[in-house]
């Protein structure tokens, strides 16, 4: 697949002055979720590592562009994109919808390419081997939003607000989609970089033992931190997230 330079820029948020880091570490939101979930986590990152935060299309800047409603075709199209501009070390970042996200663009990486990631964090997903039926992609919008309110993470005025609701659900219910429509092809599918899970102790869709399944999808090693907090620890824990990248990079 062939992007232009217009289309590779408009995957990736910098939210601070491009410095020379060690490494760049590239962040894959949540469903619904945007590039500027990771700006605090960037802001604790630098000078050291540099974040590059991705800008899923039919949101925000982009929300006049179609959707995406797979991990394959999101996966497809965020490799096209950050291939070219991946010239250096890097490692991958996905929280919740964003680790398979990630997960399949490492996939890519490691075989189409002569160098993959150095270590991808998966951060409240449960592993691609554990399967779930859910189906809230399914739900009318008022279910919608009832599943967006249990997990929270989501600013009360895009739920409450009706012009803003039309903004934000087609995105949701697309990201939603792909993530519980999801199986990991070939079922064995693995990485050789090592995989670093992250979750929170109260994450009601992200089970520890769950999240330790990732080990089955690297031939390299893999750890397990358990922070204090819900599917969405990360808002109170950024400092010490932070650390936990830094320290294992």
Known sequence: MQVSTEEQSSWTRRFIEPVDSELRLVCFPHAG???AYFRPLAQSLAPRVEALCVQYPGRQDRRHEPLLDSVPALADAAFAALR????????FFGHSLGAL???????RF??????GPVRL?????RAPSVARD???HLRDDAGLIAELTRLGG????LLTDDDLRALVLPAVRA??????TYTAVPANARLTCPISVFVGDADPVALVPEARAWEAHTTGSTDLRVFTGGHFYLDGNTAAVARAVLDTL
């Not at 990201?175 to 519980?180: F, I, L, Q, S, T």
């Open 33 to 35: 979720g945007s590039a």
């Open 134 to 136: 859910e189906r809230v």
């Open 110 to 115: 490691e075989q189409l390419t002569a160098q």
């Open 84 to 91: 070219p501009t991946l010239d250096g070390p890097f490692a």
């Open 121 to 125: 964090f998966a951060s409240a997903r």
């Open 175 to 180: 990201d939603y989609r792909a993530a519980e």
């Open 101 to 107: 996200v990630a997960f399949e663009v490492a996939r």
């Open 154 to 157: 989501t600013a009360d005025a």
